[in-house]
């Protein structure tokens, strides 16, 4: 009978090796865009709404060297308008900067306008996720009422049956435990609030990359 090999022997070596470069590519790097205020915040919701870190937001949208490079041939050699930009630092991947930098020398586009543009394709999500908020809301009203419904009735449990009844102990705990979840809910869609002053018709006007002459 056969016995079985150990980990590690030569059955294993068939298998893809990991490369130093690949290694290498994976590298966190800072990098410093100059976007527009409306960029800024459309990173900002999509990463919190979806709870995607903003690095792997960027490497998925700049890491897509098709559709980088169908962004680079439509700006190519135009003069970025600078006015009403942010200086904003972001931690990216090593090979997703390498990307952008060879497209935007190849093309001669600006990579803060590549960036811009790429950002564009999260508009869809965006819209997606304001009427999921909108609707959010409105459960909260719902869900606001029925909680401090749920409170009446556990006071009103403990002042007819008393703190060591079994019934009001375990309604006690079951609010608890809705509280928590009732909290957690009203502070998620709070910080959503960011999506409803959130205006992407800005970002879908090009002029406003270029120069106005």
């Known amino acids: 009978m056969e016995h079985n090999k150990p980990f590690g022997e030569d059955r294993f070596r068939s298998l893809p090796q990991a490369t130093t470069s690949d290694l290498r590519d994976r590298q966190s790097v800072r990098a410093t ?11 900002s919701i999509v990463a919190a709404h979806l709870g995607i870190k903003q690095k792997s937001l960027f490497d998925h949208l700049l890491e897509d060297s098709s559709a980088l490079n169908l962004i680079a041939r439509e700006i190519k050699n135009i003069d970025l308008n600078k006015r009403s930009r942010i200086q904003k630092t972001y931690v990216i991947s090593r090979k997703t900067l390498r990307l952008l930098e060879e497209v935007s020398k190849i093309y001669n586009a600006p990579r803060d306008a590549l960036v811009e543009l790429s950002v564009l394709r999260l508009l869809p999500v965006i819209e997606k996720e304001r009427e ?78 270029t120069k106005e002459n």
């Open 33 to 43: 865009f100059k976007l527009t205020e409306v960029c800024i915040d459309a990173i």
């Open 132 to 209: 999921k908020h909108e609707k959010r809301k409105e459960l909260l009203v719902e869900l606001t009422k029925h909680y401090k419904a749920g409170e009446k009735i556990l006071a009103k449990t403990r002042e007819s049956l008393g703190a060591e009844d079994p019934v009001f102990t375990k309604l006690q705990h079951a609010m608890a435990v809705y509280e928590s979840a009732y909290s957690t809910i009203k502070s998620y869609i709070e910080k959503g609030k960011l999506i409803e002053e959130f205006v992407p018709g800005s970002m879908k006007r090009f002029s406003e990359l």
